[in-house]
């Protein structure tokens, strides 16, 4: 299973040169054939660590009755909900720096045939970043069988270095490097253990249920029947893991290291209209890039008040805690570095506020549109990038933005989409180049293309 706390996984680089899907899809995954080996394999007692030791008695094993898959997406188990978990926000630190997942379930499915069985997967992207840059994005397959226990049939890593991908290490598919992965059981109980991946020399995690029915901070306040899990990686290591009805994966900790659940719709979701507040911090953010960008500082200056008058307002609402203290810390640098006159910083922090404005509107908004939101800023953040001469980040910076794609697949018109797509290439093109001011270029036009597209869908 994907987890942005462990170190990344390495592998090819050239697996992002195929276009950008736009349009919802479903089908066989274009995979090699499976081993016979491989698709007849049962979850095997060998343990998968380095030096094979530190896994559970088999007869702790929940997970060697091999599942039957009849309605496979429809997943309804509580303590992994991928179903119906439309959009999911983490944040923490590792190694003392910031660290931000976006989970998202994407408008597709796909199959994977395992033991001669074809299993309809629910596919979940998962976006990793520190420090505001991407470093590591998996899609992850998911079925549940017929008893309610949820299976990983597979994920596709991608792991980034200096803007590129330079690792997929990890990745594996049922049926052609090992068995389906039991992920969560369908009624877990203290003691019992499951494999959430066993390939054994590619991908080895065995999980162990320590404790059931426990209560733990949510975002919005307190939530029961949470599970907590010691996982146990292929190094020997171990990290603790809270699962959280509603929520799925709620909290992973270990080495000093925090990803905590921080939001997560509909689970999270707000009721009535999106408070006005939000656009006044939304439309504020964007107003004080573009003063940081012209020198019109006494502007910037009176908007940032704005800012925090509407902030106050609707900081005193019912809000997601980690959410709020991270918009707390970027608003208030956002005017220290306005009344400091730097431009380049308040550009930057500006784009992180309205990042965390967008988190807030995951409660009120369909995460489609935030997602096409979220789009508009990276191409902000690619222009940032690009003043500073930063050519890795111009090039993770369309790396995000090709994977933010498809998130909203299929929620433009074909002219739409195709307009989109090529323009995403021409970016890509100039970042690959090395040609950043074009890239810049091509980044504020598609910026342009993608608000006219919102504003007529409004």
């Not at 030791?53 to 060697?64: I, S, Y």
């Not at 992994?80 to 998202?104: Q, W």
Request: glycine fraction near 10%; charged fraction near 20%; aromatic fraction near 6%.
């Amino acid at each position: 299973m994907r987890n942005g706390l462990m170190p990344l996984r390495v592998g090819l680089a050239g697996l992002l040169a195929s276009p950008v899907t736009l349009a919802a899809c479903q089908g066989t995954s274009d995979l090699p054939s499976p081993s016979p080996a491989a698709a007849t394999a049962t979850t095997s007692s060998d343990c998968g660590t380095l030096d094979g030791r530190g896994c559970a008695d088999p007869t702790d094993r929940v997970d060697l009755a091999r599942p039957t898959f009849s309605h496979p997406t429809d997943i309804t188990n509580p303590l992994f909900p991928i179903g119906r978990l439309r959009s999911a926000l983490l944040l923490g630190h590792v190694d003392s720096r910031h660290f931000r997942t976006e989970t998202t379930l994407l408008p597709r499915t796909e199959t994977v045939v395992w033991n001669g069985q074809p299993v309809e997967v629910l596919i979940s992207q998962y976006m990793a970043y520190l420090d505001g840059r991407v470093t590591e994005v998996a899609l992850d397959r998911y079925a549940q069988a017929d008893d309610g226990s949820v299976w990983y049939l597979g994920e596709d890593v991608f792991g980034y270095e200096s803007g590129t991908v330079a690792m997929t290490e990890g990745t594996w598919l049922a049926g052609r490097e090992g068995p389906a992965a039991m992920i969560m059981p369908a009624h877990p109980q203290v003691g019992d253990a499951y494999r959430t991946e066993n390939a054994p020399g590619i991908v080895f995690e065995e999980v162990t249920v320590a404790s059931v029915g426990q209560a733990v901070d949510g975002p919005l306040g307190p939530v029961d029947g949470a599970m907590v899990a010691s996982e146990l990686h292929v190094d020997g290591t171990r990290e603790d893991k809270v699962f959280a009805p509603g929520y799925g994966e709620f909290r992973t900790e270990g080495g000093g290291d925090l990803e905590a659940l921080a939001l997560a719709v509909p689970t999270d979701a707000g009721s009535g209209a999106a408070p006005a507040e939000l656009a006044a911090l939304a439309n504020g953010a964007q107003s004080v890039l573009e003063s940081s960008r012209t020198g019109e500082w006494d502007a910037a200056a009176a908007v940032v008040g704005q800012m925090q008058g509407a902030w106050e307002t609707l900081r005193a609402q019912d809000q997601p805690q980690m959410v709020v203290e991270r918009l707390d810390r970027n608003l208030a640098s956002l005017a220290d570095l306005v009344d400091q006159q730097t431009a380049g910083k308040a550009a930057q922090r500006a784009v992180d506020v309205a990042q965390s404005v967008l988190d807030l509107a995951l409660r009120y908004m369909d995460p489609a549109e935030v997602d096409l939101q979220r789009f508009e800023w990276w191409t902000q953040q690619l222009r940032i990038h690009a003043a500073a001469d930063d050519a890795s980040g111009v090039s993770g910076d369309v790396a995000t933005l090709e994977w933010i794609t498809d998130r909203f697949a299929g929620a433009l018109s074909a002219a739409d989409q195709t307009d989109l797509d090529t323009r995403l290439r021409d970016v890509r093109a100039a970042s690959d180049a090395g040609n950043l001011s074009a890239a810049a270029d091509h980044a504020a036009r598609l910026y342009t293309l993608v608000r006219v597209v919102e504003t007529a869908g409004a």
